[in-house]
């Protein structure tokens, strides 16, 4: 296979990752604080104002699942008893650990000072950080995000998050960092947010054009990348999105589809498609081709969402800090009930006038995967269009069957190309 | 005539079914997957067309008054002559294959000893073939492989006692060669091996000469071909030929049954549930994922397991009295739990009905998964002609679905060949 072709906003963008990975390897030269975080709930502002460092350990598990490290990470994290069934991601991490904590820039990870768990929707972040804690020995600082069981989130909720980040979160990072809280450096923070949230909101709305100008999935991962991770707040997060807007843009004059990474923009999209699940990673390029060879492009997915629904109208706010923080935490996708999830599937079926959803169910993801086929069943009914089920894994290479998962891909759009065929001939 | 082709290549059978443009069905063809799925399809397509060519046979003794109510007989005559001719073709050709690979230092000397007992035993290979293929003798198997094996095993070793030759030597020949052939392309010329049958058909040769030699004058042409089944990436056809195997057995069952809106096909490695609509298209499917537990080659392991033949497990089954219950749908562990039931002193049958019931529960599990089993229902694939497998499904869709008409079609391994050829009339006639 050929070198991936990759856009000028994608080298940008790996440029700001990898100065990210060298100010945490760097801390014990620097002196920066460093603290380990996850990505649905994440309060990087909220880091920025004590100057420490951002790691998040899904990120390094998904590096390592792409650049085809994690299956001996996972392998590792097995022998140390870890079974078959805990999420990848915290085997990946785990087994890094055991193999000498090598970060992506190959140099070691400095122990992180402290573990913020903002945890969101998934309870597995909960076990992950348990085991950190035992490791590294650090301090801890949990927030407590209430589900949104009833599909919304009540006032209730907002108060008790805030009260946490006012009494244990924020004096907890005050201790680790010896820095004084300052909420306008919070305000100017989110302000930047805020911005860099509305490129990306117009950047994933393109896909409601024909043809669609981005993929909402493959395309979508490296979209949400400054703001899902260490660059929420920045001004570089600014500069990338203005960058990747020029490149929709200018794809949208020419007419053209999105670059995939065999070069080339992929124009003659045959399947407009909703996704629903995370990518598997170990594959990616795999996976990706056996969608644009088929002529399926994504409009939309769910996964693009899981670091904050900014589509729904929601922005971080520097007129209330605090409370934005906490509607934030509140509003990510992976903390919406089932009906909230089907809803929002639903609607983008709809409104970017797909031909389906299609759910990649993540064998190891026990809180995420448990009522997808049952969304999809509820989406099929609500919108009248076909769906369909594969599933993968995010970092095991093991659960990546490739014959499988393409047999059913191709199924599943001769399908959509049959029934389409069939309304043609009844109309 | 123009004639459209479905072809099937599953992991274990590769299936062809040669339809006219008013989607008649002419002719079936099967043979076994092998490792090579160039050969499977061809090996297929050549038996839909030698099926097809009996087809035309028919219908043209069906204008002979004076052989009116023996064509069955007669045709099955020819047939067996057709089929005799076409194994002793391969049978020279294994032969030959056989002498040519006999070389290298473990039969350094012997050469000439072993030529000559592989010779000896061809010779007898040949002299039994007219009572393997004589009217009513019964085969366990139509394919080449299965038919030269079982008999090469017999007689190769007779031989070898006799001429005071260890048979392991000349087996190690046969197992190289047995391949060589195998993946060799078809031998063309169906219409002279259909004469040279003619010649040595019995009954009312002077009667039926004439319309027989007129219909093999027929042309077949391959007007539109459509590969399916896993192996279909591997069919030397462009991509708009190449249908998915869920939308060729969605319409298979249809053609067959039209009123079907559920699908339940049970193959080799995999199972599909699939609901059609009134005109065969298919709404929505589920099949196993990441693991074929419950599907046919369980049931193949498990012949291997009590040294049985496929064929013989159903039979078995039906005869239990008492259902022996077991838990695991892994293969292996299947296996396990096989041996451990009858070392507690459980009778065969009755661990068969249970590793039977073992795999509708898994389709049960598909078929819920697809959105539940609509009337009517058809059964197909490889499995549905167990009928222990089929008395399992009845008796659960029954307490899961209700009054359910059940629809199993004799030619049910066939659905997704015959959903393959509609698909290629369809692509050229409409």
Known sequence: MSDAVKEPSMLLQKEMIAKNYEAITSKNETGRKVASTFVPGNLNELLMCFGIVNNLPEINAIQNGMRKLSGSYIMEAEKGGHSEDVCTYVKADIGMMGKGNIAPNGKPFPEPDVLLLSYTGCYTFMKWFELLREQYKCPTLMLHVPYEGDGHATKNMRDYIVRQLREVVIPGLEQVSGVKFDIDRLREALRLSAQAEEHLVWTLEQGKRKPSPIDAYFGGVYYIGPIFTAFRGTPEAIAYYEALRKEVQARIDAGQGPVTPDGGSFDDQKYRLVVEGPPNWTNFREFWKMFYDEGAVVVASSYTKVGGMYDLGFRHDPDHPLESLADYCLGCYTNRNLPTRIDILAKYVEEYEADGLLINSIKSCNSFSAGQLMIMKEVERKTGKPGAFIETDLVDPRYFSAANVKNRLESYFQMIEQKRRGAAKAA | ?430
């Open chain 2, 1 to 430: 005539m123009r004639c459209f082709i479905g072809i099937d290549l599953g992991s274990t059978t590769t299936k062809a079914v040669v339809m006219d443009e008013n989607l008649h069905v002419l002719g079936r063809g099967i043979t076994n997957s092998r490792s090579n799925y160039d050969t499977a399809a061809a090996v297929s397509k050549q038996e839909a067309l030698v099926d097809t060519r009996l087809t035309l046979f028919r219908r043209a003794l069906a204008g002979v008054p004076e052989v009116s109510g023996r064509v069955g007989e007669i045709l099955a005559d020819l047939e067996r002559n057709f089929r005799r001719v076409q194994f002793l073709e391969q049978l020279d050709d294994l032969e030959r294959t056989c002498i040519v690979n006999v070389q290298g230092p473990r039969f350094a000397g012997r050469e000439t000893a072993v030529i000559d007992v592989l010779e000896e035993t061809f010779r007898r290979l040949r002299e039994h073939s007219a009572a393997l293929f004589a009217p009513g003798a019964r085969r366990k198997s139509d394919f080449f492989r299965d038919l030269a094996g079982s008999d090469f095993m017999q007689i190769g070793e007779a031989v070898c006692r006799d001429a005071g030759i260890g048979f392991d030597l000349i087996l190690n020949v046969y197992d190289k060669s047995i391949i060589t052939v195998e993946n060799r392309p078809p031998a063309g010329d169906m219409e002279g091996k259909f004469l040279r049958a003619l010649e040595q058909a019995k009954l009312d040769a002077g009667l039926v000469e004439k319309p027989v030699r007129d219909a093999l004058a027929i042309p077949l042409e391959e007007t539109y071909v459509v590969g399916t089944g896993y192996g279909r990436v591997r069919l030397p056809f462009p991509k708009e030929h190449i249908r998915s195997e869920i939308l060729c057995h969605g319409l298979g069952a249809h053609m067959m049954y039209p009123g079907t809106r559920t699908v339940l096909d049970i193959g080799g490695q995999d199972t599909k549930g699939i609901q059609v609509d009134p005109s065969g298209i298919v709404e929505n499917f589920q099949m196993n994922d990441r693991c074929a537990a419950g599907c046919g080659r369980y049931l193949g392991y498990i012949a291997d397991e009590m040294n049985m033949g496929l064929h013989e497990l159903g039979p078995l089954a039906m005869a239990s009295t008492k259902q022996v219950r077991i838990n695991s749908t892994c293969t292996v562990f299947a296996g396990a739990e096989l041996r451990d039931r009858l070392a507690l002193g459980e009778k065969r049958e009755d661990i068969l009905a249970g590793l039977h019931r073992a795999i509708i529960l898994r389709a049960m599990s598909i078929l819920s998964r697809a959105g539940g089993v609509k009337d009517q229902f058809t059964f197909t694939g490889g499995v549905a002609k167990n009928e222990a497998a089929v008395r399992e499904l009845r008796k659960l869709i029954k307490e899961n679905y209700g009054d359910v008409q059940i629809n199993i079609d004799p030619d049910s391994i066939y659905t997704g060949a015959l959903g393959g050829a509609t698909f290629a009339v369809r692509a050229v006639v409409n």
